[in-house]
């Protein structure tokens, strides 16, 4: 019972998406039309995404680029700006959960070792923020843009024209965010010096990063990215097979499951897609804040042909609340490990921040698709 328990808390989405899939059977008994509900391209570049920035992880990059970076900031209002911006950057390569994973924990050993614990709260309710935002920029930087571009077979043109402005947007709010505290001047050293740790290794996922993202924008076939990215982890890396979220992965085959039976409802999809007409943008970001936005992404793509309104109000209604996007809970279950933490005012710092850029970042979005 406290497995069951455990596995409810840690998977809360993947539980969700199960209990839909299994209903949805009843409805539409298992044939092998299901089949055909399953997005294999999105699967397997999810896949090879997560164990390419694994190896990566695990030969210390991210470590040494991080440290290196602080090693140059000589104020506060400096070091707050590259803890954020380190999120905001990374999330667009490497996805915002795992800049959060990254990140935050560093961000907090770094306060803590400057004596900035005041600034915690802010410091980390705005690299949520960045990454979550950082993220929208690439057909790579979260679950929700990967399945998007690839279902609606979005040419990079009309991606980039969407989200470059957006998340340039972005970028001209977070900076005065992260200058607003008072200056004070510091002096940063750490305790070793990180240095990457494989340099056969980095190089390796290095060069998979590269096949990945041919694969992602169809310049090479997904099924040789994922050969690839197999083959190289069966001969010289099985160890990083561990790091993948198959999680993930399995509440993607569920969604695919539960909407791929709702379709073949035809009162169901004719009165979802009639209500959902004309206002894809606020529908995904309001329902992201329920279930979150890689579900609702998936759940109302089958329902509307507005890429672009659905590609924005999933990234943008990844903001507002705590569950609106899955990656924001890495940085409250971070924070609340902390000494001293005050998870009440984090809430309350963290949804009015959220607001503000949703609100902001919904009307520029309107004016931009309208």
């Given at each position: 019972?406290?497995?069951?328990?455990?596995?409810?808390?840690?998977?809360?989405?993947?539980?969700?998406?199960?209990?839909?899939?299994?209903?949805?059977?009843?409805?539409?008994?298992?044939?092998?039309?299901?089949?055909?509900?399953?997005?294999?391209?999105?699967?397997?570049?999810?896949?090879?995404?997560?164990?390419?920035?694994?190896?990566?992880?695990?030969?210390?990059?991210?470590?040494?680029?991080?440290?290196?970076?602080?090693?140059?900031?000589?104020?506060?209002?400096?070091?707050?700006?590259?803890?954020?911006?380190?999120?905001?950057?990374?999330?667009?390569?490497?996805?915002?959960?795992?800049?959060?994973?990254?990140?935050?924990?560093?961000?907090?050993?770094?306060?803590?070792?400057?004596?900035?614990?005041?600034?915690?709260?802010?410091?980390?309710?705005?690299?949520?923020?960045?990454?979550?935002?950082?993220?929208?920029?690439?057909?790579?930087?979260?679950?929700?843009?990967?399945?998007?571009?690839?279902?609606?077979?979005?040419?990079?043109?009309?991606?980039?024209?969407?989200?470059?402005?957006?998340?340039?947007?972005?970028?001209?709010?977070?900076?005065?965010?992260?200058?607003?505290?008072?200056?004070?001047?510091?002096?940063?050293?750490?305790?070793?010096?990180?240095?990457?740790?494989?340099?056969?290794?980095?190089?390796?996922?290095?060069?998979?990063?590269?096949?990945?993202?041919?694969?992602?924008?169809?310049?090479?076939?997904?099924?040789?990215?994922?050969?690839?990215v197999l083959g190289c982890?069966?001969?010289?890396?099985?160890?990083?097979?561990?790091?993948?979220?198959?999680?993930?992965?399995?509440?993607?085959?569920?969604?695919?499951?539960?909407?791929?039976?709702?379709?073949?409802?035809?009162?169901?999809?004719?009165?979802?897609?009639?209500?959902?007409?004309?206002?894809?943008?606020?529908?995904?970001?309001?329902?992201?804040?329920?279930?979150?936005?890689?579900?609702?992404?998936?759940?109302?793509?089958?329902?509307?042909?507005?890429?672009?309104?659905?590609?924005?109000?999933?990234?943008?209604?990844?903001?507002?609340?705590?569950?609106?996007?899955?990656?924001?809970?890495?940085?409250?279950?971070?924070?609340?490990?902390?000494?001293?933490?005050?998870?009440?005012?984090?809430?309350?710092?963290?949804?009015?921040?959220?607001?503000?850029?949703?609100?902001?970042?919904?009307?520029?979005?309107?004016?931009m698709i309208s």
């Amino acid at each position: 019972m406290n497995r069951i328990v455990r596995f409810l808390k840690t998977e809360p989405v993947l539980c969700v998406s199960a209990a839909a899939a299994l209903l949805s059977m009843l409805l539409v008994p298992p044939s092998p039309a299901y089949w055909g509900y399953l997005d294999f391209r999105v699967l397997s570049l999810l896949f090879c995404l997560m164990a390419v920035v694994a190896g990566l992880q695990s030969a210390g990059v991210f470590e040494v680029l991080s440290q290196r970076l602080c090693l140059r900031a000589n104020g506060v209002r400096a070091l707050s700006l590259i803890l954020v911006l380190l999120c905001f950057f990374s999330s667009m390569l490497i996805t915002n959960d795992v800049a959060l994973i990254t990140f935050v924990p560093f961000a907090i050993g770094v306060l803590g070792l400057t004596g900035q614990q005041e600034l915690l709260i802010p410091v980390v309710v705005l690299q949520t923020v960045a990454a979550n935002l950082g993220s929208m920029l690439t057909p790579v930087g979260n679950p929700q843009n990967l399945y998007l571009y690839s279902f609606y077979e979005m040419a990079p043109g009309d991606f980039f024209s969407l989200t470059l402005p957006l998340t340039g947007l972005s970028l001209l709010l977070l900076v005065p965010c992260c200058l607003l505290g008072k200056e004070r001047h510091l002096t940063i050293s750490f305790a070793a010096k990180a240095n990457v740790t494989d340099r056969r290794r980095a190089l390796l996922y290095g060069v998979l990063a590269l096949v990945c993202l041919l694969g992602v924008f169809r310049l090479l076939p997904y099924q040789a990215a994922l050969a690839a990215v197999l083959g190289c982890m069966l001969l010289w890396d099985r160890p990083r097979f561990r790091a993948v979220d198959y999680g993930l992965l399995c509440t993607f085959v569920c969604f695919f499951i539960f909407v791929g039976n709702l379709g073949q409802l035809g009162a169901v999809r004719a009165l979802v897609s009639s209500l959902l007409q004309g206002r894809e943008l606020p529908a995904s970001a309001l329902i992201s804040q329920v279930i979150s936005n890689v579900p609702a992404a998936v759940m109302l793509s089958s329902f509307t042909g507005d890429a672009r309104a659905l590609l924005a109000g999933t990234n943008i209604g990844g903001l507002g609340t705590l569950i609106a996007s899955l990656a924001s809970l890495i940085s409250f279950k971070f924070y609340c490990k902390t000494p001293g933490a005050r998870p009440g005012k984090y809430l309350l710092v963290f949804t009015g921040v959220n607001l503000v850029f949703l609100l902001i970042l919904l009307c520029c979005a309107q004016l931009m698709i309208s």
